[in-house]
């Protein structure tokens, strides 16, 4: 099936959402060591309500694997995150946590449909989604006649489409996604990019890897691994 599969207006028209509280995070002195090479040392940096922060940095910097300490999937020798000015071991993606992130993988299971991966992924972040809700979301990915699919039928794209309504339903103030722009067509580019500008709208914050410029309006900083930081 087409990838390219119509996406209704090739935009998404839900409206800016109910703002979040005006969250903070800060990141001080972050060391990494992978496979004996030194990715960050003394790693600083903090992200504001309504910030977008994009980690940028050759293959290989460590743009990943600073995602995964962010998310508490892997442990840094030295350092400390605080959230809110209070420490935390890692930014918790449970229920009541703050953290939706979306890695290279989409994290869905295959036998399970795409309507039933995001109502399963919702009621076990603490956000149970009504099933219209979940199928508007769907129809507004261009995944209207494959939501009852199970999702190994889908193509790379559609799954990649499903992980972000996922992401968009889940309710999270901080958003940590690695190369969210891969494997999208041009349409769900651009239904993401409005996303990404609502979430900063709402005051949510972002922290992306992508080897491209993010064509998102707001606040954005750059971080670039691999310049000895
Ligand atoms: N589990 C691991 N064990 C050993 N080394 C690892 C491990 N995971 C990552 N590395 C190494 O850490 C380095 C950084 O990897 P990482 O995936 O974070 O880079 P990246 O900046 O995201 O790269 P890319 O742009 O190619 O996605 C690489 O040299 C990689 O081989």
Not at 43 to 48: A, H, N, W, Y
Not at 183 to 204: F, K, M, P, T
């Amino acid at each position: 099936m087409s990838d390219a599969a119509a996406v209704p207006g090739g935009a998404l028209d839900a409206p800016i959402p109910q703002p979040f509280p005006a969250h903070c995070l800060a990141v001080d002195g972050l060391v990494l060591e992978r496979g004996e090479r030194l990715l960050f040392n003394g790693l600083t940096f903090s992200l504001e309500a309504g910030e977008l922060l994009q980690v940028a940095g050759r293959n290989g910097a460590g743009k990943t694997s600073l995602l995964r300490v962010l998310c508490g999937l892997t442990r840094p020798m030295e350092g400390e995150m605080t959230w809110n000015g209070v420490p935390v071991r890692r930014l918790d993606d449970g229920p009541g946590g703050h953290l939706a992130y979306l890695g290279h993988h989409n994290a869905l299971k295959d036998e399970l449909s795409a309507e039933e991966n995001i109502q399963s992924q919702c009621r076990l972040h603490g956000c149970p989604q009504a099933p219209e809700v979940v199928f508007s979301m769907l129809e507004e990915l261009g995944l209207g006649g494959h939501a009852d699919l199970p999702v190994k039928l889908l193509s790379q794209g559609q799954k990649r489409r499903v992980a972000l309504a996922r992401l968009l339903l889940l309710r999270r103030p901080l958003w940590i996604l690695d190369e969210p722009f891969a494997a999208l067509d041009v349409q769900v580019i651009e239904v993401l990019r409005q996303a990404l500008e609502a979430h900063l709208a709402a005051r949510g914050m972002i922290i992306l890897t992508t080897h491209q410029a993010v064509p998102v309006r707001g606040t954005q900083r750059t971080l670039t691994l691999g310049t000895g930081a």
